[in-house]
């Protein structure tokens, strides 16, 4: 059993900041990949950030230069750091992880639950 535990969404301000974090737990062998997603109301998921291990960390256009991805390996921890917020980056915030839960297995893809972040004008 595999769980990503999403924290930190809420209600700001335009301009304003929020960080987000993601902790997985349960059978990990290890974890190639991990990073952010996000919904908004009658939109189709995307990609916020993500770090692939050996690789430079990819970011949407619409947030480089305001987000900053960072991971703890040791934690299997992700981080989400979100600045100068706009009201175009409201949506359901979902935490990714492309891992394997043994030396044997394949690498397969969890979700986090999601965690609402707001911004108002």
């Known amino acids: 059993q595999v769980q990503l535990v999403e924290s930190g969404g809420g209600s700001v301000h335009a301009g304003g900041s929020l960080t987000l974090s993601c902790a997985a737990s349960?059978?990990?062998?290890?974890?190639?990949?991990m990073g952010w997603y996000r919904q908004a109301p009658g939109k189709q998921r995307e990609l916020v950030a993500i770090?692939?291990?050996?690789?430079?960390?990819k970011y949407a256009d619409s947030v480089e230069g305001r987000f900053t991805c960072s991971r703890d390996n040791a934690k299997n921890t992700v981080y989400l750091q979100m600045n100068s917020l706009i009201p175009g980056d409201t949506a359901v915030y979902y935490c990714y992880a492309n891992l394997r839960r043994g030396i044997i297995s394949g690498y397969e893809a969890y979700w986090g639950q999601g965690t609402q972040v707001t911004v108002s004008s």
């Open positions: 349960g059978s990990i062998f290890n974890i190639n990949a």
């Open positions: 770090i692939n291990v050996g690789v430079r960390t």
